[in-house]
């Protein structure tokens, strides 16, 4: 077994196999994370429509200190909303960055077998 694995180093298939799995992990971690940021947005954009209704209850109703007390909620709720969609808007790039990367050397890999007259 020993003599194989040292041929199958030598062509770099092994370290290729590795990094492929780790470049896989590490976008299955992305896609999690994308995920929960894809909640936590959504969840977010209602808080601010929530803040938003309340604002507008208040100032139908003409109460000047609910409508400031909620009015500076509602800024801070839509900065917290602003936070997490560019944190989601980070991680859609990291992931579409990971996935070209993984076709880039996916492509290579393939581009130097064929070169080499390796099957």
Do not use: W
């Not at 977010?44 to 609910?66: F, K, M, T, Y």
């Amino acid at each position: 077994m020993g003599p194989d694995l040292r041929s199958r180093m030598a062509s770099g298939s092994a370290v290729h196999t590795a990094e492929f799995i780790v470049s896989s992990a590490r976008l299955g971690e992305l896609h999690e994370c994308s995920a929960l940021l894809r909640r936590t947005r959504v969840r977010a954009e209602e808080i601010v429509d929530e803040a938003r209704a309340l604002l507008a209850e208040a100032e139908q109703e003409g109460d000047p200190v609910r409508i400031l007390m909620l009015t500076s909620q509602l800024d801070e709720a839509r900065q917290a909303y602003r936070k997490v969609l560019n944190a989601y808007v980070t991680i859609c790039r990291k992931i579409n960055e990971e996935r070209q990367e993984i076709i880039q050397a996916q492509m290579e890999r393939e581009r130097v077998t064929r070169l080499s007259g390796v099957a």
